[in-house]
């Protein structure tokens, strides 16, 4: 009930503003009160500039110029991260480059040594053949300068058993001896 009250109390007293304001009219448009809203008008933002001079647009250039500063400090540190990086990269190339090249050197090194190694072991092993060559040239040799005498002792031998063979009679071995160094001696002259 004491809503209703002073709902109906509230009506009544702006309805009486509102018929006021209608008999009067605009007080802004009344030219006898125009220098007192100048008045006003100029003190109100006066005192609105003078706080917004002094007190707040202090503060917004001094984030601006903060804001300012850290961009920049932000794109000097990256400038010097992409110059330091670039040193870097190019040492790293260089650390390659020398790694490859120090590769090629040692491959190169360890491929020589293998071709010396193997033309010491080449020499040696055909010192070796011409060694054995030489000890079987002197063995043919020598079994050529025997084998004449043994081929006659094997070839009076045989021709001997085989007379001894077909006639049935033991052969002189002087005699046949003799017969085979004739025969020897012809087959050398022709």
Do not use: H
């Not at 990256?78 to 990086?85: L, M, P, Y």
């Not at 120090?102 to 070796?128: G, M, P, V, W």
């Not at 005498?149 to 085989?162: F, G, L, R, S, W």
Request: aromatic letters at 8%.
């Amino acid at each position: 009930m004491k809503k209703i009250i002073i709902y109906l109390y509230a009506l009544f007293s702006f309805n009486k503003i509102a018929i006021s304001a209608e008999t009067g009219g605009m007080p802004q448009l009344n030219p006898e009160f125009w220098y007192s809203q100048i008045f006003w008008l100029t003190i109100t933002f006066g005192i609105l500039l003078i706080i917004l001079s002094k007190f707040i647009l202090p503060k917004i250039r001094n984030n601006l110029e903060t804001r300012k500063s850290q961009i920049m400090e932000n794109i000097e540190i990256a400038d010097n991260q992409k110059t330091s990086s670039e040193k870097n990269l190019k040492e790293y190339d260089k650390i390659i480059f020398d790694a490859k090249e120090n590769a090629k050197k040692t491959f190169n090194l360890a491929k020589e040594k293998i071709q010396l190694d193997l033309s010491k072991e080449r020499e040696k092993i055909e010192n070796e053949l011409n060694s054995e060559i030489d000890d079987i040239e002197n063995e043919i040799k020598d079994l050529k300068k025997s084998s004449p005498e043994k081929i006659n002792i094997i070839a009076v031998d045989t021709a001997a058993e085989i007379i001894q063979k077909l006639i049935g009679v033991e052969a002189n071995k002087s005699n046949v001896s003799a017969i085979v160094n004739e025969q020897i001696k012809l087959m050398k002259d022709k």
